[in-house]
């Protein structure tokens, strides 16, 4: 499929959708629980979607009510000790699926499939890999890729982890080694990248009881024994969906995002240092963030804590006066697509100048983009940092595979035209 939008400036107020990588924490935290537990403001993303169908595949059961309008609350009935079970999980294309789900399958036991869909098939698992091999734990792949079949047994250890591959292992880790009979330790064999997802786990944790010791991110200790209380949960807005919205309102119109909490633990909240320090103009309300168009300027990035957030600033600095260098985004080739090749490659279709550096961006600023037809590499954040550059363009933009917003932001396109984007099926765009 392929979306038409005009070339048009965005004005008005966007509901941010609830965060995706907090929905599935506490999902996964009200499912390890013993009793009921309501998870409520979540958003039946994709990738959400594929967390609750994996829990219950592994026999945890869930009622999802509506909740405000295009959200939800699921009702859990959490499982201390989960019975052993063989079955199949497809985590469809959702990297944390995978990576919190194959330890909480190998603490369950029984025998469990993994299977994934598109880049999901081979972005990397070598580390848990490692773990398998050291603790005796079965596995089979398909040289190296997925399918994944695993024969439970994971037992307390002093875990020793590079940080420079995923963050989502060491959360993974951290939601089932409270629950093993003994005390566990994770230890970095290089720094913590994508700090601030693991802020999150040890935050939504706490929220359910369970606590692990963070010694300044160079290793965190978790006592065994732990409970997890079932507990009643509301999400907070995503930070990192908020950012296509802020970008969109700094580089076109006034848009007024809402939902957001300033005091949230999410790394992709420097957004809003990094728009201002590039001169966008941000009024910061209590709940609620206004971007008005400004004249944006080139700056620095450095992309270890918040990959997310590159395609769009990559956006930002392709239409800022002077020179952009985004550095340590390395990570970023191994998410949906290559997202430094499919930015770097999109962008200069439209007239951007954008060079690939090994782990980075080099990012030269233009007045506008030209327009014309571009690809979203099956990868929401590359369709929506598109989509944010079609309010910059001179001539109407057509972006080939729109429905990768289904990923994570099922109604993307809705809230696009709610701020008075205008949008039409294409034909080009066969
Ligand atoms: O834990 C999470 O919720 C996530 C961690 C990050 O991945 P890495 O730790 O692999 O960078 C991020 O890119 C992803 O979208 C969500
Ligand atoms: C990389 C992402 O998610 P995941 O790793 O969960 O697939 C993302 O949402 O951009």
Redesign the pocket.
């Known amino acids: 499929m392929a979306i038409e939008i005009l070339p048009k400036e965005l004005n008005g107020t966007v509901h941010i959708p609830p965060s995706k ?1 907090i929905s ?1 924490r506490a999902i996964i935290a009200g499912a390890l629980s013993q009793g009921r537990s309501t998870v409520g403001n979540v958003m039946l993303s994709a990738d959400i979607k594929a967390t609750c169908n994996a829990l219950i595949s592994l026999g945890i059961h869930m009622e999802i009510q509506k909740y405000e309008g295009n959200r939800y609350q699921i009702i859990i009935c959490g499982k201390e000790n989960m019975e052993p079970v063989e079955t199949t999980i497809d985590c469809i294309e959702s ?2 699926t995978l990576r919190f789900m194959i330890p909480i399958a190998a603490l369950a036991g029984g025998r469990v499939t993994f299977q994934g869909r598109g880049k999901l098939v081979e972005r990397p698992l070598n580390i848990y890999y490692e773990i398998f091999k050291k603790q005796g734990i079965e596995y089979r792949n398909h040289d190296g890729k997925l399918p994944l079949t695993i024969c439970g047994g994971l037992k307390p250890d002093n875990f020793y982890i590079r940080g420079d591959i ?3 292992f060491i ?1 993974g880790l951290m939601f089932v080694l409270p629950l093993l009979k003994e005390d566990s330790a994770i230890i970095m064999k290089t720094p913590l ?2 700090k601030g ?1 693991v802020d ?1 786990t040890i935050d939504v944790l706490k929220s359910f009881g369970v606590h692990v010791e963070n010694n300044n991110y160079n290793s965190f200790h978790i006592k065994g024994n732990q409970r997890y209380i079932p507990t009643t949960f509301k999400v907070e807005g995503d930070f990192s969906q908020a950012a296509f919205w802020l970008a969109a309102g700094a580089l076109s119109g006034r848009v007024a995002s809402r939902g957001l909490n300033l005091n949230s633990l999410q790394g992709d909240k420097d957004i809003l240092r990094i728009i201002q320090a590039m001169g966008g103009r941000l009024e910061i309300g209590d709940d609620t963030i206004i971007a008005h168009k400004s004249s944006l300027k080139a700056l620095d990035v450095d992309a270890s804590q918040i ?2 957030l590159v395609p769009i600033i990559a956006v930002m600095a392709a239409l800022s006066k002077g020179t952009t260098t985004i550095k340590n985004a390395g ?1 970023l080739r191994i ?1 949906e697509s290559d997202r430094l090749k499919a930015i770097a490659t999109e962008l200069n279709k439209i007239g951007g100048k954008v060079s690939e550096l090994n782990d980075g961006l080099n990012i030269e600023g233009v007045e506008n983009f030209t327009g014309g037809i571009v690809d979203c590499w099956n990868d929401h954040r590359i369709a929506m940092a598109l989509a944010i550059a079609a309010t910059r363009c001179n001539k109407p933009l057509i972006i080939m595979g729109e429905e990768a917003v289904n990923k994570s932001y099922p109604d993307f396109w809705k809230d696009y035209e709610t701020l008075g984007g205008v949008l039409g099926v294409s034909s080009d765009g066969k």
Do not use: A, M, V
């Open positions: 990588s599935h990297g944390s995923s963050s989502q959360s990248e994508s997802y999150l990959p997310d990570r998410k």
